[in-house]
């Protein structure tokens, strides 16, 4: 019986009404006992000596411990005065049977659901939802539920999601790999060293994807520490152009700065911003033929530098650029495969890192064949 109380918010209710209507009883009964005599006579005896002024009747002097007219009465009273009490308390407690009936719906049942619905989510049923009534604290409290149940159901689609396109990512080099030594064992491909180098290049981007990967998984969930300090933006554009510029020279693209004037320091980790910018300007060369040009630009926007990597490229279509910093979104997935390209990874790595400095990253171009702008924007040293 304990038990079931102990159980129960409902009976817990229940019970807390009938001890308040138990202790209001037996507080009056007390009083009763005590007080109402005394009072009885008080009254009586005033009410007496009205009578006696007016009839002469004389019960003025009679109490009710004494014999006569007053006991008889004061018994009557008080066996009227317990019967109300009875009513009374019998009354007061179907009221708090209703009452608690009524509070058990209107608090225990949304309780009931909650608990129903996490018992749900638990079991993997991340649609499950709770219905919001009300505006008060139980519904603000399903109104967080079902806003966490919504983040962990997309947090669920989004494992889901990568685990698919890890798989599918990793099946074209593994496929590519078992079809070559296939088609050595069965002796349709010839042991030659092109053969050999084609497997090794497969092997190859799948390392790159797993350690791409890897970084990936480590910067989203942000297991690294950023060492933030003032920084000088045109010095590290300097060290970077110098840096990349063999290369863009071998591909026959020029390397510009514009940095304007008088750039304040800015407050970042610079590895990490070496590493968005080696990316950006990796993407550039990547994707800007022979004879084009890229520039890398820098200037201050409010209290923020704007860092941008601009090219004359093959340029990005509209309707890809609000994908372009989705994990592993190419444009054209076929050729960045064929052409030994990357596994558009490089991008969605850049935005979490400008984005735990606490800026932006974005793009810009103007279509096909009409070169690609990207800029971040970091904080400046106040
Ligand atoms: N400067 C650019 N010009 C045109 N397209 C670009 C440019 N930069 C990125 N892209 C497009 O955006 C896609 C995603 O870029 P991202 O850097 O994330 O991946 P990736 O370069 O393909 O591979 P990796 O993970 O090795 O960097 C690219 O595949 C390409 O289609
Ligand atoms: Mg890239």
């Known amino acids: 019986m304990t038990d079931y109380f102990r159980r129960h918010l409902g009976a817990k209710l229940l019970l807390s009404y009938l001890a308040i209507i138990v202790v209001g009883v037996a507080v009056l009964i007390i009083a009763s006992q005590f007080i109402l005599p005394t009072s009885f006579n008080r009254h009586m005896f005033g009410m007496g000596m009205m009578m006696d002024n007016g009839t002469g009747m004389g019960i003025g002097n009679q109490g009710v411990g004494n014999s006569g007219l007053m006991p008889q009465l004061y018994v009557d009273f008080r066996a009227s005065f317990n019967e109300a009490l009875t009513y009374a308390a019998l009354a007061a407690m179907i009221v708090a049977v209703a009452f608690s009936l009524f509070l058990s719906r209107s608090v225990i049942a949304p309780i009931l659901a909650m608990s129903l619905a996490t018992q749900r989510i638990s079991e993997g049923h991340y649609d499950e939802r709770v219905r919001v009534n009300g505006k008060d604290e139980l519904a603000q409290l399903a109104l967080y539920f079902n806003q966490m149940a919504e983040k962990l159901n997309q947090i669920e689609s989004m494992r889901r999601r990568l685990i698919g396109d890890v798989s599918h990512e990793l099946r074209t080099p593994l496929t590519a790999i078992k079809g070559s030594m296939e088609g050595l064992m069965d002796g349709l491909l010839p042991a030659t060293h092109e053969t050999y180098q084609q497997i090794h290049t497969e092997a190859d981007r799948l390392n790159r994807l797993v350690d791409d990967l890897q970084e990936l998984s480590r910067v989203e969930a942000r297991a690294y520490q950023l060492d933030i300090r003032p920084l000088d933006v045109s010095t590290l554009a300097r060290i970077m152009t110098k840096r990349l510029k063999p290369h863009a020279e071998s591909k026959r693209i020029s390397l510009d ?101 606490g800026g932006r990253i974005w793009v810009e171009s103007a279509g096909e064949g009409q070169g690609s702008t990207f800029t971040f924007t970091l904080p400046i040293q106040k």
């Open 257 to 357: 700065l514009e940095l304007a004037p008088d750039l304040p320091h800015i407050l970042a980790d610079e590895d990490r911003v070496v590493q968005v910018l080696t990316n950006l300007t990796g993407n550039a060369l990547q994707y800007t033929p022979a004879g084009g040009r890229i520039t890398i630009s820098s200037k201050q926007v409010n209290n923020e530098v704007q860092i941008a990597v601009r090219d004359t490229g093959i340029g990005i279509p509209p309707e890809h650029l609000s994908h372009i910093f989705d994990r592993f979104y190419r444009v054209d997935k076929s050729r960045s495969r064929q052409s030994g390209g990357g596994s558009g990874i490089g991008l969605t790595i850049s935005r979490a890192l400008i984005e735990a400095h």
